[in-house]
């Protein structure tokens, strides 16, 4: 039987110089990072070792919202607690902590380059998955999140390339554990790729951004059966929208209409209106935006069956 046995420390990721006197040492186990704890000794281990983390962490439980059936936290409380792992956090510093050897096969999926370990194939070990192409190319990890667009590789050794809607990394495989320091850049720069999903979840259904241009915007909406946005009006912008598939129930100021595929409607700048789908299928639309300002926050909410009216 396996016993428990009193850590002496915890180290996450030790730099090369120090991961290599661990090995060479003998005496440390590897990869363990699966915690077995009660809530109540994690809460009095962060009260502890961090807390500054505490009190912005229960002002935005205090604050959350239920949405899309999952609880939403406040995020203006959240993002005031530094972003800081437990390891760092709690484990590295904590006292009374045992481990457990599992021998149990283990790898660590947190890179390209780990998940091109374990999904290489052939005698060129290629990872390849989605919409691509790989010519002349060996231990290369190509991978396409969009169907609409057709990764290809030439002539490539040791890189991983992933595409996605609105974004393409290329890299060294040996560097795929500085993706991190990536988004940090992206950040920096303000880049929206860097905080911002293309598609972008509502209680009512989805939409995603399929062209942003200086005072013009083009977005796919899907409106799930019984879906109703908010009674709403836009202070920098006006709208068209065109009906792809399933039907829509507008409503513009005192006007109420049905739109069936292939129909359009206007709504000037500053009109209040709503769009809803009363069929049993998912609607589908085209929104074309237009106007000096095209942010999310340009709306003026009057009444919303998901209660987001403010």
Known sequence: ARIATPLASYSEKPDRARAEAML???????????FLFRVADLLEAYARHAPELIAPCRAALEAAEKDLGFLRLGAADYAKADAISIDYAVMEKASGVVAVPLGADWLDLGSWFTLHAFQAEGKKRLALSGAVTAIDCT???????????????????????IAMRDAV????????????????????????????????????????????????????????????????SHV????????????ARVTIDETVQLLSENQSVYIPLGAVHRM????????FLIEVQTGSYLGEDDIIRYEDVYNRAK
């Open 169 to 232: 990394l290329v890299a060294d495989l040996d560097r795929a554990q500085d993706v991190r320091a990536v988004v940090e850049e992206l950040q920096r720069k303000n880049v929206p790729q860097a905080v911002e999903f293309p598609r972008c979840h509502r209680p009512w259904g989805w939409y995603e951004t399929l062209c942003l241009r200086d005072r013009f915007q083009v977005k796919r909406i899907m409106v799930k059966p019984g879906g109703i946005l908010s009674l709403q």
């Open 276 to 283: 809803e789908n009363p069929g049993k299928v998912p609607m």
């Open 139 to 161: 231990d290369t990890l190509l991978r396409s999140e969009d169907e609409n667009i057709h990764l290809v590789g030439l002539g490539l050794k040791n890189i991983a390339a």
């Open 236 to 247: 920098h912008r006006a709208e068209h929208w065109i009906v792809v598939r399933g039907t």
């Open 24 to 34: 060479a040492a003998g005496n440390y186990l590897w990869n363990s990072g699966i």
